[in-house]
């Protein structure tokens, strides 16, 4: 069992910055990729950013990239997700995901592809 905790959330003026943090427990020996999500009220779930176990493979939405960078610390079992240039349109409950791979090098953008999910953390920019 996989258990991803966020945290970081907040409120934010536009051009703003945040970073989000995700701990996940019980991932000994596991190599997990790990996958950022977002949902706005009244929208599907999407993909936001995507990172391999190795930390060397990482995959952004359009929507955020070059805004939001996604890193990770083994050692400490935590992904972050850097989010500068904050927008109105970027307000949502932000999820962490963990899915098991193959290689060290491999990530996953389709929600399918995950198997652990955390709570969420809101973030709201204001204009």
């Known amino acids: 069992q996989v258990q991803p905790v966020e945290s970081g959330g907040g409120l934010v003026q536009a051009g703003g910055s945040l970073r989000l943090s995700c701990a996940a427990s019980?991932?000994?020996?596991?190599?997990?990729?790990m996958g950022w999500f977002r949902q706005a009220p009244g929208k599907e779930r999407e993909f936001v950013a995507a990172?391999?176990?190795?930390?060397?493979?990482?995959s952004y939405a359009n929507s955020v990239k070059g805004r939001f960078t996604i890193s990770r610390d083994n050692a400490k079992n935590t992904v972050y997700l850097q989010m500068n240039s904050l927008k109105p349109e970027d307000t949502a409950v932000y999820y962490c995901?963990?899915?098991?791979?193959?290689?060290?090098?491999?990530?996953?953008?389709?929600?399918?592809?995950?198997?652990?999910w955390g709570q969420g953390t809101q973030v709201t920019v204001s204009s």
């Open positions: 995901a963990a899915g098991g791979t193959l290689f060290s090098s491999q990530y996953y953008t389709r929600i399918d592809d995950y198997t652990y």
């Open positions: 019980g991932r000994t020996g596991r190599k997990d990729a």
């Open positions: 990172i391999s176990w190795s930390g060397g493979s990482t």
